[in-house]
T-cell receptor, first 113, second 115 residues
Framework: AQSVTQLGSHVSVSEGALVLLRCNYS??????LFWYVQYPNQGLQLLLK??????LVKGINGFEAEFKKSETSFHLTKPSAHMSDAAEYFC???????????FGTGTSLTVIP | NAGVTQTPKFQVLKTGQSMTLQCAQD?????MSWYRQDPGMGLRLIHY???????DQGEVPNGYNVSRSTTEDFPLRLLSAAPSQTSVYFC??????????????FGPGTRLLVL
């Protein structure tokens, strides 16, 4: 079965500092990996996804993630945090057929001015 | 396009009552799904549909029924609500069932409180 683990349910960074949100996956087949963002009282929005090809994936709002098969990781980064980045972030993996998503438990990002 | 819409936004039920959460999309998407979001649990898939007339169970289907009579609508039914079903429910849709290639679009959610 597919699963993802997000380390750290809450992360705080200063405005302008590096953002690093961790995600490790468990998959018996090559995974498809995703990061979603949820702003307060809203639905989820896709930030980026890895399917095949380049292991460094760039997404919206300056975020990027690197697929590392040897470490079974797909960490999300942003060089410089902005106040508007404060939100909940979810890592997800899909099954081999792409019909079902398995979400992590989420990481709440706080940006300190 | 309105995207994915959900009604109601908030609902309070008593244990044992039934209700239907509505979900509609106007993007002609084949794939639709329902998730529940609980604190510390992330989102968990309840049911999904790969097209009109076709539905399947996700991770946590017990206590919920779905049907897909049209491409646009995917209602979620609680036949006998229980306090354990207190949650935030999200509907999502995608152009094709292959979520690896297509983007899922999420609705704004329905907050359900079962007393």
């Amino acid at each position: 079965a597919q699963s993802v683990t997000q380390l750290g349910s809450h992360v705080s960074v200063s405005e302008g500092a590096l953002v690093l949100l961790r995600c490790n996956y468990s998959s018996s087949v090559p995974p498809y990996l995703f990061w979603y963002v949820q702003y307060p009282n809203q639905g989820l929005q896709l930030l980026l996804k890895y399917t095949t090809g380049a292991t460094l994936v760039k997404g919206i709002n300056g975020f990027e993630a690197e697929f590392k098969k040897s470490e079974t990781s797909f960490h999300l980064t942003k060089p410089s945090a902005h106040m508007s980045d404060a939100a909940e972030y979810f890592c997800a993996v899909s099954d081999w057929a792409g019909n079902q998503f398995y979400f992590g438990t989420g990481t709440s990002l706080t940006v300190i001015p | 396009n309105a995207g994915v819409t959900q009604t109601p936004k908030f609902q309070v039920l008593k244990t044992g009552q039934s209700m239907t959460l509505q979900c509609a999309q106007d993007m002609n998407h084949e794939y639709m799904s329902w998730y529940r979001q609980d604190p510390g649990m992330g989102l968990r898939l309840i049911h999904y549909s790969v097209g009109a007339g076709i539905t399947d169970q996700g991770e946590v289907p017990n206590g919920y029924n779905v049907s897909r009579s049209t491409t646009e609508d995917f209602p979620l039914r609680l036949l006998s609500a229980a306090p354990s079903q207190t949650s935030v429910y999200f509907c999502a849709s995608s152009y094709s069932p292959s979520l690896n290639q297509e983007t899922q679009y999420f609705g704004p959610g329905t907050r359900l409180l079962v007393l």
